[in-house]
């Protein structure tokens, strides 16, 4: 059975396969989490990774609620902030159903 740390690795390693460079993964605040920070030329990617083992109670990507969105948002806002980073940004979802991956660019 896959963990979220596994879950993270494959959406990591997906991503690059397709051209995203690797910044950082599990960046930690007191209101909310960055799984993984990607850079797609120059733009910033936040990436959230949803995984089910499988999709009884609703696939991964339904496993995103309106909550979550608003702390990642704030999160890379702060990032950004920190980072003091102009480029502009987009929000990501890998969702992990079983061994399906499916990525949304953009998603929110």
Known sequence: MMTGKDAE???????????L???????????????????????????EVKYRATNGFGGA??????????????????YLQQHNIRESCRFDVIAIDGSEVNWLAGAF
Do not use: C
């Open 21 to 47: 460079i690797f910044v950082e993964q599990n960046v930690r605040y007191p209101f909310g989490e960055l799984d993984l920070v990607m850079k797609q030329h120059s733009e910033w990617v936040f990436v």
């Open 9 to 19: 690795q494959l959406a990591r390693k997906f991503l690059e396969q397709r051209g």
């Open 61 to 78: 990507l339904q496993a995103l609620t309106a909550a979550q969105r608003e702390r990642i948002r704030k999160a890379a806002s702060l």
